[in-house]
């Protein structure tokens, strides 16, 4: 195996979330309000481009297992398909063609979700660094910071929808030649084929987790989805508006980094009813308090969640599960993608309905609510 720094490893890791992520997913939200002027995209309409993407995070999420390449190839060959995907996009004013290249990016997106964390986190076993295996976690907010920082700029010089999506297609493929030699020069830690999957011990506490982690999913993905479109609705300013979702992202980046050490100690599933009784505040505060301080508080409540809970739900998986850890991540996994799908989808029927926002944010607050609840129950019937 290549002696690649484990710091090159870290970042290499990072980069590839960056880009699934702040790009594959992700770009699509603040590029909306872009859309919403030049394209006339209608929030049900942007909903629906959404749950493309979510529906192909879905079905990338079933194919993973049975793909049979090394890690590296995946990785690099999805951040390929996201950024030939993304700067199609801006080639394209046929709905139908988004919906497309949209699933195409989300199908990318799972594989690197998937690869690039087992890249990374199998060549950074040996150094023993949680601040390292987080910096790989941390991409996600930090892709998803840097695309709400481009698109600020972006509208401030009046580029159209299209010339976003171009300018982030470019973006992918330069990230991606940045990483190319360390992923193909990483060496290979894990040659065989991977094994298949045994069935899922469907214990209570597995159903209660497969659950809670799909509310998680629709419960973050509503204002992860509209919040710069909800900004854009308060303040027509992009200038202001605009800065919602790089807020977004940097409450998730820096959540990430401190969860390593600031939670270490604290009972997982104890603060992971925390996390979603503050995205389920985060979620409806919009609602009840008009303004930007409301929709910045959003952002900082559900961005300074939502990547907690992923990393203290994997940890869950292997507390009930030990060796069946696989399967049960898979199931999470899927659960949580239906989430993402539903919830757009819901906001959009709600929207329609002549609820607008509000209709799904309440909804995703009650769901959180009471998966919430849930997990304090088995919580409290696993300490009896």
């Known amino acids: 195996m290549s002696q690649i720094p484990a710091h090159r490893i870290a970042f290499a890791g990072m980069a590839a979330l960056a880009v699934a992520m702040g790009i594959g997913r992700f770009a699509f939200t603040p590029i909306l309000p872009m859309m919403q002027d030049d394209a006339g995209l209608t929030v049900a309409s942007g909903g629906y481009l959404a749950s493309a993407n979510y529906l192909g995070y879905l079905i990338g999420s079933l194919l993973a297992t049975r793909l049979r390449v090394r890690d590296d190839v995946a990785v690099l060959g999805s951040m390929l398909l996201i950024g030939i995907a993304t700067l199609l996009m801006g080639f394209t004013d046929h709905y139908f063609a988004w919906l497309l290249l949209r699933l195409v990016a989300g199908i990318a997106n799972a594989w690197i979700a998937i690869f690039a964390f087992s890249w990374a986190l199998d060549r950074l076993a040996a150094v023993r660094n949680p601040l390292l295996n987080s910096l790989s976690f941390a991409g996600v907010g930090a892709g998803t910071l840097v695309a709400g920082l481009v698109c600020i700029a972006l509208m401030r010089f009046g580029a ?3 010339q976003a999506w171009m300018a982030f297609g470019l973006l992918a493929l330069a990230v991606t030649a940045v990483v190319w030699t360390t992923y193909a020069g990483g060496g290979t830690v894990r040659g065989a084929p991977r094994p298949p999957m045994r069935g899922i011990p469907w214990s209570r506490d597995a159903r209660l987790l497969v659950f809670c982690f799909g509310a998680a999913g629709f419960g973050y993905i509503i204002p992860a989805t509209f919040l710069p479109a909800m900004a854009r609705a308060v303040i027509q300013d992009p200038a202001v508006f605009g800065w919602a979702w790089p807020v977004f992202g940097l409450a998730a980046m820096l959540s990430t980094l401190l969860a390593a050490t600031v939670l270490r100690g604290f009972a997982p599933r104890r603060v992971w009813v925390v996390c979603h009784l503050v995205m389920a505040f985060g979620v409806v505060i919009p609602v009840f308090s008009a303004g930007m301080v409301a929709i910045v508080t959003a952002a900082l409540c559900v961005g300074g969640t939502f990547m907690v809970i992923t990393m203290l739900s994997i940890q869950e998986a292997r507390a009930v ?48 609510a009471l998966s919430a609840a849930l997990l304090w129950r088995g919580s409290a019937a696993g300490a009896a």
């Open 321 to 368: 599960a030990g060796a069946g850890v696989v399967p049960l991540t898979a199931a999470m996994t899927a659960a949580f993608a239906l989430g993402q799908i539903i919830g757009p989808l819901a906001a959009g029927l709600l929207s329609n309905a002549g609820l607008g926002f509000a209709g799904g944010l309440l909804l995703a607050g009650a769901v959180l």
């Open 160 to 162: 159209s929808s299209a």
